[in-house]
């Protein structure tokens, strides 16, 4: 099946500092991809959706100033938690969807931590 | 708008054990119904499908059928096997795979 990586798979950082985290669909062209946040013993939320080349759509109450998203390319997105601060510490999980069916393939996660 | 509810775990049964995990969910219209698994240290995987009422998705012997008139979509397994220790992951759509709302996850135990 699709294979979707993350990266880093977890990540410390102080508050205050910026944290980029790689979405890559390794075997597939991904046109559109999803990132969700996930607390502790809570559901998925899905944070945004981007397409290829175009600016990224953001649910309601997303901050797009401070999570940036770039999809530049067919087969990587990047999230970019800015000025990060304590309660940006969750799980981030991106997902990847190509052209050719609709099904979402899922990275394994980032585990983000912001001292 | 749409949610999903499943029910809280950790569910630990004993190998061969029967298995269900209920699900219930609100939506507008006719929405298609997921179950996803995530196995320790790896993505979500989509487990099954349905994509209308009294439609039964099935795979690796799991099985959910949608049932419209009570709005839900329980998971069932009749042996379960340490194997299949994991979180699953009720969700559900109401456009094709566009937007997915997910349950808050059930964590399975199974010990042999």
Known sequence: ?115 | GNSVTQMEGPVTLSEEAFLTINCTYTATGYPSLFWYVQYPGEGLQLLLKATKADDKGSNKGFEATYRKETTSFHLEKGSVQVSDSAVYFCALSDRGYSTLTFGKGTMLLVSP
């Not at chain 1, 075997?27 to 991809?33: E, G, L, R, V």
């Not at chain 1, 304590?86 to 912001?114: H, K, M, W």
């Open chain 1, 1 to 115: 099946g699709a294979v979707v990586s993350q990266h880093p798979s977890w990540v410390i950082c102080k508050s205050g500092t910026s944290v980029k985290i790689e979405c890559r669909s390794l075997d597939f062209q991904a046109t559109t991809m999803f990132w969700y946040r996930q607390f502790p013993k809570q559901s998925l939320m899905l944070m945004a959706t981007s397409n290829e080349g175009s600016k990224a759509t953001y649910e309601q109450g997303v901050e797009k100033d401070k999570f940036l998203i770039n999809h530049a390319s067919l087969t990587l997105s990047t999230l970019t938690v800015t000025s990060a601060h304590p309660e940006d510490s969750s799980f981030y999980i991106c997902s990847a969807r190509g052209d050719y069916n609709n099904e979402q393939f899922f990275g394994p996660g980032t585990r983000l931590t912001v001292l």
